[in-house]
Structures are given as structure tokens and as C-alpha cells.
């Protein structure tokens, strides 16, 4: 029977964004998507078309004006009068009672720009916390929904991983995903564990073995028993992960808000101790355009801090509108003050420094009175695995192609999941039985001088095989996971521009990730971690500096979302890695990332710019005018003049 994944009152209750909701139709969903940033943009647009035909067309104008201060006011006074139910005084109120009063001066259009601003700030804010939601939503849909369940009687049912008991009999067919963690009872297979461990090569499965949801089964079928609960799976322990991590990470704009408290406070407290004590200092009434309340008003104006709150998000977006020209997705203008903060960078290994794909490096004969020669050894093992699809298989085959090896018959094929490939091949009128696969299937049709020299040799090697053995002729072949062409560079760049402190966190094994720190210039390396112990790392190092991690797996997905900032690369990492990111590289090019972090550099600096003139421009309006030097149109004057300044510093950062 199927049943809605919510009650009306439970979605609700679970905090999910709304336009997600499964009680809204497609069309609706649609529309509630970044509702905020769609109202607060089109209270912009109505603003700028109030002001251009405010001189030809007034009562046009003013129409305009006041659909800007319903979608834009309406919100803005909601949310100050909750406010103001909990005794909170912030900088939100600030801005809407300076609205407001501008209008009871005659200065509609600049509380309407206020009101604007402040709308387009929250929006934004709101649709990039929205964003990060749907990182549970994709780790989701990386299981299966359903198991199939063999039954004691041998029928299949299949059933809602939800209701998949302890104990219970799964059938995996290739190329399915495991949908629950398990222990293999019957049958053998490779599975790929790439995703969740970042190990790159397929790993054997046979009987009494153990089998992590969300692996996938590459060619046998396995039976496995059930060992965890949907509740208590890998993939389930992977979310509480990021949510921890998520929560636990810091908040860059905490300042922003502590100093928009008080500053909203004081400003609220000024405004109405002039307003009351100037007549008394001053010997002024306390109406008309020389008196008090006029003073204060334009005291409160010129204090509105449209300056000061344009001149973060705009610094940002011109930021942000300049590093997507480039290919990099960036989830929030914040994430640039936190790069210019970091002192180390963590790089996984597997899909990131790496391709992630096996690329056979060498063959040779490990015989030397071997049955045949290595050109026909090469051309047998390319010729038995083009019957199956497997990394393996496709690295022999381009390793085959590129030495131009021919094709041979083979007879009597068979495929024994999770162990390798047999055969037999005639060949000068002799019948030779082929057998292809890892060390534990190969190793008992060995010699004992066959079998020492073969544990010495890969001992010494150290890196991914696969044997073939021809008869009695044994022969290697060697891979490795190929370096990306642009990593030795980035690398470099980051330790003399940027002076990172660099290191590996992998789960792939410590030789693999040793070979590709000397390769790429990284002096320390962590191997062989389980997604907790990369987010345990992560954490250490993170308190010890600012520190970006760079990843592309769902192992890799925790440890971004904890890390000062996190990268993943676009095209291919996993939905859950880009969602658990704060930057996304959309072409996959690591030499973006010097040039972010000099990007976020000059960020930092503008903003630094852009705050200091906000402060001094209110300062230089303030005073005077509650000297009545400074009338109510120059200080709306300077206050835009401000407005535009901090603006356009901001779009120096347009450039490339």
C-alpha cells in the first residue's frame, strides 16, 4: 500500500521547504520556489519604473510606489512587529521605520529603495540556506526505494527498504545498488565502492563478506542477509554526518548581526532623545523644518544604513556574477570571506586529484619460459575481456587497442562474478586454458616458485593488478587511477602564490595515495579514512586554520560541509557531494581554485572599502544635521551619494 511520506501537519512540522511539499501541485511548486527573491525583484523593477515616470506621469508613479510597498513593506513590517512581540530591537527595524518615516517626510522613493534593498538581501540569504536542504534530498534518491525479498519458500517480493526487517534475505541482481548494509549468504561479485569509500578499484564479494548500502553490484548476483535497518544504514549515518557537520560550521555574517543589534538600538534610542532634548539645548520648537522632530527624522535618514547594508551583498554578487563567468558556482557571497581566510587546503584522491578511471600502466611475463609470447598473452587477455563490462576489462582493452594486439577466439567462456574470467584458446594446435582475475583467484593454480615470485613482485610494485595465467605462464598486468593533467600545477600554485599548508584525506589505500602525493608535490597524506574519520580530520585541522576541502564522492560529502569551505567538482561528483559543497567547479578544472582564492582576496578588500565609507558617510551626515547644517534633501543626497559609491567599488570585482 503506499503511503504518503507526510501527514499535512507533519511536513510542516519537519521544517522542509515548502515548495518541496508533496500536497502542492507541480504548477504551484513551481511558483513557491525563491518566493521572496521573485517578490523583492519585482518590487525592484516597479521601483525603477516609479522613478523614471515619477517627473511625467506622477499619479503612475506613485501607483508604482505602492505595489513596492506592498511586496516589499508588507513582509518588512510583518516581520518588525514579530520582532517587536520579542523584545527585539535589530537592524531590520532600523530599516523598516526609516521607511516608513521617510514617507511621513516626503521621501517615499528613498524608503522604498531601503525597503528593496533589505528584501533582496534576505531573499538571497533564504534561497542559498534553501539550497543546502537538498542534500538529504539527493543522498535519498542514491538508494533504491524497494528490496527484493527472497522468502523462505525461494518467491521474490519486493518490498520498501522501511519495512526490510533485520535478518532478512535480500537478492542483489548486477548492476543493481545495495539497498540495505548486508553480508553476503550466497553468490560472488565485484562491487564498486567508489562513491562511498573512494577506494577506485572494484572490490570483491563472495560468501560471508560484508556489503555497505549503496555499493553497486557490478556483474554476479548476490543474496545477501540484512545487517542494519534504512535507519541505521551507511547512507543513513553519511546524512546524520552532514547534518551535524552543517550545524556545527560557522556562521561568517554572526558579526554583522551582533553589531546590526545594537547599532539598530542605539540609533532608535538617538533619534528619540534629539527629538525631545534639542529644544532645550538649542532653543528650537519642536516643528517645522528647524525644529526637533524635524532634526531627528533627518538624523534617522541620514543613520538608515542603506549604505551599509548594500555594501556586503553587492561586493558579493558582483563576486559571485564574475567567478560564474568562469565556471565556478558559488552558494553565497560569504563563502569569498572564508576562502581569504584559510590557511590549508584538503584534497580527496580518488575523481579529484585523480580522473578516477584505471589506466593499465604495464604487462610483462612473469615466466621465463613462457608458452607464448607477451604481444599473444596481450591479444588472449583482450580477447576474453571484451565478454564482460568491468574497469578492469575496458583499461585492458585500451592498454590492447594502443599496442594494436588482434582479437583472438575463445571457447568455452565462463565469468565467474566476483573472482575473474576462464577460458580456453587454441593456438598452434594446442588448447590452452585461460585464467584472468585477482590474486586470490589465480594463486592456487600457482607453483610455489610461482606464487614467491608473485608476492614479490607485487610487494614491490604496490599497485592494482590482474593476473593472467596462460597454461602454466603467468603474466601482469598493473594500473594505476591516472593523475588529472592540470593537478601538478594547481598544486604548485597553492604553495608558492597562495602558501597553503596541502594534504591528501583519502579512503582509497595508503600506497595509491601515497604515489599521488609525490606525483603532485603534497608532503602529508591520510589514507585508507572512512567518511567519519575524514570529517573527524576536517574538524582538527579546521580549528587550526580556515581549511577548504576539495572532494567529488558522498565519503566526501560530510567533510565538505564541515570544512571552512567546501569544493566539489560538477561534472563528476555525486548530487550529494555538489549539495554538501559551498563552491562548485562546473568544468572540473582545479586551476580555478588559485584564482578563487585570489578572487576572494580582493573581495575582502572591497568590502573592507565599502564598509569603512558606509560608517564614514554616516558619521559626515549625522552630526550636522542634527546642528541643522544639514537639510533633509542633502542628507538623503549624501546618503545616496554613499549608496552609489559602495556600489560601484563593488562592480570593480566584475572584472576577470
Not at 567567478?323 to 558556482?329: I, S, Y
Not at 607464448?372 to 574497469?391: D, G, M
Not at 577548504?548 to 565538505?560: C, F, R, T, W
Request: hydrophobic share 50%.
Amino acid at each position: 500500500m503506499n503511503r504518503s511520506p507526510f501527514l499535512f501537519d507533519e511536513f510542516f512540522a519537519s521544517e522542509k521547504e515548502e515548495s518541496i511539499s508533496p500536497f502542492l501541485i507541480p504548477s504551484s511548486r513551481k511558483w513557491g520556489k525563491n518566493l521572496s527573491l521573485r517578490a523583492a525583484s519585482f518590487s525592484a523593477l516597479f521601483l525603477a519604473l516609479s522613478f523614471f515616470t515619477v517627473h511625467w506621469e506622477p499619479p503612475l508613479a506613485y501607483l508604482l510606489l505602492s505595489i513596492v510597498y506592498f511586496l516589499s513593506g508588507t513582509p518588512a513590517l510583518i516581520g518588525s512587529i514579530e520582532d517587536l512581540k520579542n523584545l527585539t530591537i535589530n537592524i531590520d527595524i532600523l530599516m523598516t521605520l526609516a521607511a516608513l518615516l521617510s514617507v511621513l517626510i516626503g521621501s517615499g522613493m528613498e524608503g522604498a529603495l531601503l525597503l528593496v534593498l533589505f528584501e533582496l538581501s534576505a531573499a538571497l540569504e533564504e534561497a542559498v540556506t534553501a539550497k543546502t536542504k537538498s542534500t538529504f534530498i539527493s543522498l535519498n534518491q542514491l538508494t533504491p526505494k524497494l528490496g527484493h525479498v527472497v522468502e523462505p519458500d525461494g518467491k521474490i517480493i519486493a518490498r520498501s527498504i522501511h519495512e526490510i526487517a533485520v535478518g532478512t534475505n535480500l537478492l542483489v541482481k548486477a548492476g543493481e545498488l545495495v539497498p540495505l548494509d548486508g553480508k553476503v549468504k550466497e553468490g560472488s561479485s565485484f562491487v564498486n565502492l567508489v562513491h562511498l569509500t573512494g577506494e577506485s578499484r572494484p572490490i570483491p564479494k563472495f560468501a560471508g563478506t560484508e556489503v555497505p548500502a549503496g555499493a553497486k553490484n557490478l556483474d554476479g548476483s548476490l543474496v545477501i542477509e540484512v545487517t542494519r535497518t534504512s535507519r541505521d544504514s551507511t547512507l543513513a549515518r553519511i546524512i546524520q554526518l552532514i547534518l551535524c557537520a552543517q550545524e556545527a560550521k560557522p556562521v561568517l555574517q554572526r558579526f554583522l548581526d551582533r553589531f546590526g543589534k545594537w547599532y539598530a538600538s542605539i540609533v532608535i534610542l538617538l533619534a528619540s532623545f534629539f527629538a525631545l532634548l534639542l529644544p532645550f539645548v538649542f532653543s528650537i520648537p519642536y516643528l517645522g523644518e528647524e525644529g526637533a522632530i524635524y532634526r531627528a527624522l533627518t538624523f534617522l535618514i541620514a543613520a538608515s544604513p542603506c549604505a551599509l547594508i548594500l555594501a556586503t551583498p553587492t561586493a558579493y554578487l558582483s563576486a559571485i556574477s564574475s567567478c560564474a563567468k568562469r565556471g565556478l558556482l558559488l552558494k553565497g557571497g560569504a563563502i569569498l570571506d572564508a576562502l581569504s581566510r584559510c590557511t590549508i587546503a584538503a584534497f580527496d584522491k580518488t575523481g579529484t586529484l585523480t580522473t578516477g578511471k584505471l589506466t593499465c600502466t604495464s604487462f610483462r611475463s612473469l615466466d621465463q619460459a613462457a608458452v607464448c609470447p607477451k604481444s599473444t598473452a596481450l591479444a588472449i587477455a583482450a580477447s576474453i575481456e571484451q565478454h564482460t563490462v568491468h574497469p578492469i576489462a575496458e583499461a585492458i582493452a585500451h592498454y590492447a587497442e594502443k599496442n594494436e594486439a588482434p582479437r583472438v577466439e575463445i571457447k568455452n567462456f565462463k565469468a565467474l562474478a566476483g573472482f575473474g574470467l576462464q577460458g580456453e584458446v587454441e593456438s598452434q594446435g594446442n588448447r590452452w586454458p585461460i585464467l584472468i582475475g585477482h590474486y586470490g583467484f589465480i594463486a592456487p593454480h600457482l607453483s610455489s616458485p610461482q606464487l614467491e615470485q608473485l608476492q614479490e613482485n607485487l610487494a614491490k610494485e604496490g599497485e592494482l593488478s590482474c593476473l593472467l595465467l596462460i597454461e602454466k605462464s603467468l603474466f601482469v598486468f598493473h594500473f594505476q587511477d591516472t593523475l588529472r593533467p592540470e593537478a601538478k600545477e594547481t598544486i604548485a600554485l597553492l604553495k608558492k602564490r597562495e602558501k597553503l599548508e596541502l594534504m591528501i584525506l583519502s579512503g582509497d589505500l595508503s600506497i595509491n595515495a601515497q604515489r599521488v602525493a609525490m606525483e603532485t608535490g603534497i608532503d602529508l597524506v591520510f589514507a585508507e579514512l572512512s567518511p567519519e574519520d575524514k570529517l573527524e580530520k576536517v574538524s582538527e585541522y579546521a580549528k587550526k586554520g580556515g581549511l577548504i576541502m576539495i572532494g567529488d564522492g558522498v565519503n566526501d560529502a560530510p567533510a565538505l560541509a564541515r570544512a571552512t569551505v567546501g569544493i566539489s567538482l560538477g561534472k563528476i561528483a555525486s548530487a550529494t557531494a555538489v549539495d554538501a559543497s559551498d563552491v562548485v567547479l562546473l568544468n572540473d578544472d582545479l586551476l580555478l581554485i588559485p584564482w578563487l582564492l585570489k578572487k576572494a582576496q580582493k573581495t575582502r578588500r572591497i568590502l573592507k572599502q565599502n564598509l569603512a565609507l558606509a560608517l564614514f558617510v554616516i558619521l559626515f551626515a549625522t552630526t550636522p544635521a542634527l546642528l541643522g547644517a544639514v537639510p533633509l534633501w542633502l542628507a538623503v543626497l549624501l546618503h545616496e551619494g554613499g549608496t552609489v559609491l559602495v556600489g560601484l567599488n563593488s562592480l570593480r570585482l566584475l572584472k576577470k
